[in-house]
């Protein structure tokens, strides 16, 4: 037992070094604590502990679906009736995209991504790049509803507009979004069929109680997260799994949840200082190319959501600033921490490198798209 503990110990602190994300935003935080200390009350709300909750009880869910095994038994029935990897390269993003505008873009991501990687387990999808078209997707699909992600709740609970007249001025936006997106996935996938590997596709017993243990406790997260007790459904989350599968628990990407709360109170606290604020105040707003690139802009610096708290009480037009925050999702990992979440629910080498190769150039090419359509339209 001592030698497994030893052994344990050790892969946890052999994987610590390289969460290079995880050291930089705790050394943000550390030396902006020490340059500009806050009250706690500051770094308490900073943390957004509602949201890291909220998270922990959506990686307990998803664990317990991937460890039932549901998810292997899913993929291998459907990649066994498509033929083309383009084919199931566009159904898989076109099925986050969907999902996004319902259950918001990190709960579309946790259920897609998992079953991405269970497919290219059994066959030649390439994994990685299915993950960094699912993260484009997520952005795109929930840039057309108020509930798809945070930046588009936050404003339109600010702005008080109908449901359908947010969607509606939304559309151009997304529509255009995801015909590039759609486009990229013909492209970059290679011109192939789906080869199956007969031999992964057994071996994948399925138990049907933590199946539905862990479906039930997805529907409640979601719920729960959309009524404001993110802690006590996580809560009530531990005691089951803690019972029926406690290697679940164990098996959560901790390091992700780390990750998060460095960024939150790095950012956080970036974006609350003086010589942020002054910046920000000389940007005239009312001219429509400075609001669209200073979302952008930071959204690559802060990400898209505290770019959006940032931003939003000093802007005239809200939902100019809703297509901005938007398309500031694409480019830097950062952009939207979406992009994070797929990267790391696909756990594949160098991904972070290519995420960036094609990240980036998405972003140069869909910002000036994007602002033509809607200037277009407008």
């Not at 340059?35 to 009880?57: E, K, M, S």
């Amino acid at each position: 037992m001592g030698m497994t503990a030893s052994a344990a110990a050790s892969s946890w602190l052999n994987r610590l070094k390289h969460e290079w994300l995880l050291w930089l935003f705790a050394a943000l935080a550390l030396v902006l604590g020490v340059i500009d200390p806050q009250p706690w009350t500051r770094y308490q709300r900073w943390l957004q502990w509602p949201t890291l909750c909220g998270l922990l009880g959506l990686l307990i869910a998803i664990q317990g679906i991937r460890d039932s095994g549901l998810i292997q038994r899913l993929a291998g029935a459907l990649v066994a009736r498509l033929h083309s990897l383009r084919g199931v390269g566009l159904l898989l993003v076109s099925m986050t995209a969907v999902l996004s505008m319902v259950l918001t873009n990190d709960v579309s991501l946790f259920l897609i991504v998992p079953l991405t990687v269970a497919i290219g387990g059994m066959s030649n999808l390439p994994i990685l790049r299915m993950a960094i078209l699912e993260a484009l997707a997520v952005n795109a699909g929930s840039t057309l509803s108020p509930i798809g992600n945070p930046q588009n709740l936050l404003i339109w609970q600010h702005t008080q507009i109908p449901f359908m007249q947010f969607v509606g001025s939304m559309f151009p936006v997304a529509l255009a979004m995801f015909v590039l997106v759609a486009a990229l996935t013909w492209i970059w996938l290679p011109k192939e069929r789906v080869q199956l590997y007969a031999d992964r596709l057994d071996g994948h017993p399925v138990s049907a109680s933590l199946a539905l243990l862990s479906f039930v406790s997805l529907a409640m997260m979601v719920l729960m997260m959309e009524h404001g007790h993110a802690p006590l459904g996580a809560l009530l989350l531990v005691a089951p799994f803690a019972l029926f599968s406690w290697r679940s628990l164990v098996r959560i990407d901790w390091f992700l949840m780390a990750t998060f709360a460095a960024i939150f109170l790095g950012l956080g606290h970036f974006a609350d200082l003086a010589i942020v604020d002054r910046a920000i105040g000389k940007i005239d707003f009312n001219q429509p190319l400075a609001l669209y690139l200073s979302g952008i802009v930071s959204s690559q610096l802060i990400s898209n959501v505290p770019a959006t708290v940032l931003l939003l009480n000093r802007v005239p037009d809200a939902m100019a600033l809703a297509v901005a925050v938007n398309v500031g999702g694409f480019g830097l990992v950062i952009g939207s921490l979406a992009n994070l979440i797929a990267l790391r629910l696909a756990k594949q080498p160098h991904a972070m490198r290519l995420f960036h190769e094609v990240s980036v150039p998405f972003l140069l090419v869909c910002a000036p798209f994007v602002y033509l359509a809607v200037r277009l339209l407008a």
